[in-house]
């Protein structure tokens, strides 16, 4: 697991406790950390606008620009990214600045003094899968309204953050949430761990006229609901920050709050865009041979035995592995049906091994659950929706199922665990 700790601060203080610090306590304690890497680094930075930007006499592709890295200092460094353009904001590294791929020096090209270099987020050590083309093609273009002079420019950009990456054991696949990882961390540190208020958000909602069956023992817990109005728009700064962080690709703020709450949870959620759900109604079966496309546009062929999401007849989803293309979220989604369900973790393992299609949700699926998280991560959407989508006009959840669960009561003495621990404990 890729834990955050920047977002793992969310929950828990880390005051004085380094990253390497962290990982060292965990690793001790059982929680293997295999690497620690910063999401990105460099020194000598700052945010600059570029004023000039002309041809270099001696290339084709080269340009000479006159940037503004401070209230009297501009320098003049030369960039060859073709998106380079007077008036554009963005990161420059000074000399001596050490970033991942070595130290920025003074230089001439091509006959031309350059002092400095204007940077894309690939060359600050930004994984390149996180990048989109245009950030692959050039250097990195910062809002409009970004402070010149500014020289802690990795938070500014939200990149100050460390990534632990954790090694779960198979009988710890509850620590695939950073709410349990908050709750562990706090065990090892003796330290209280908090998270939101969010029990209960979801239990209001106006009569449903939305259907959900299913026809397999294979799920057998699914909670569904109707969210009447929804507004798409780019997510908050914070949440694409720690999805980035770990390896999340921020889409929009209806999708990203979904990979959000299973990333807290360990739930994994789906959305529907409701509009695309013209029979107002989900069939889960298990008894089905047809091919489907999914959310990644590849066509993928079902067999008998793997789980199946439907409306009216026809499939929406590869359940608990990815969504189908007919009924994605994007720019126009209005309505949306929250799927917060439980499968067959030994199908869901079979089906996305044949299809090899290893996502993070079946991963979850295929470790195993939480019990009654499906719950939790209904009740910590809607909030979430509430607030950054502008979620309103709920119905009520459809509850099909219930979970094999029964709380367990166990008794122990003083005595036996003095005598199996070899401690002296006494009664307070």
Known sequence: MRLSYNWLKEYI?????????????????????????????????????????????????????RTRVGENDVRQIVCGAPN???????????????LPGGEIKQSVIRGVESDGMLCALFELGVDRHMLSEQQLSGIEELPADAPVGEKDVLKYLGLDDTVLDVSLTP???????????AKEVGAILHRPAHWPEYEGKADTGAPTTFHVTSRTGKCPVFLG??????????????????????????????????????????????????????????????????????????????????????????????????????????????????????????????????????????????????PLSQKKAMDRSVQLLSEYADGSEYEETITVGSPAYKPLAVKETLTHCNDLLGTSFTMA
Not at 171 to 181: E, G, H, K, Q, S
């Open 171 to 181: 009988n710890r696949a509850d620590c695939a949430a950073m709410w349990n990882m």
């Open 225 to 370: 609901k109707v969210v009447n109005h929804v507004k798409v728009g780019p997510s908050p700064k914070w949440m694409q920050e720690y999805l980035h962080a770990a390896g999340v690709h921020s889409i929009n703020n209806v999708v990203d709050i979904s990979n959000y709450v299973m990333l807290e949870t360990g739930q994994p959620l789906h959305y529907y865009d409701l509009s695309k759900l013209p029979h107002h109604e989900i069939t889960v079966v298990d008894d089905v041979d047809m091919t489907m496309t999914a959310l990644d546009g590849n066509q993928y062929k079902i067999e008998k035995g793997d789980i199946l999401i439907t409306t009216g007849g026809e499939p929406t989803g590869v359940a608990g592995i990815m969504g189908g293309e007919e009924s994605m979220i994007d720019e126009h989604t209005t309505s949306i049906f929250i799927e917060s369900a439980l499968f067959s973790q030994v199908q869901i393992r079979r089906t996305s091994i044949r299809l090899n299609l290893i996502t993070e949700a079946a991963q979850r699926f295929t470790k195993g659950l939480e």
């Open 84 to 98: 380079c353009r007077a008036g554009l904001k963005v990161i420059a590294a000074l000399p001596g600045a050490k």
């Open 13 to 65: 203080s880390l005051d004085g406790v380094t990253p390497q610090q962290l990982a060292e306590r965990m690793t001790t304690a059982g929680l293997e950390v295999e690497g620690i890497e910063p999401v990105a680094s460099g020194t000598n930075l700052v945010i600059g606008e570029v004023l000039s930007c002309e041809p270099h006499p001696d290339s084709d592709h080269l340009h000479v620009t």
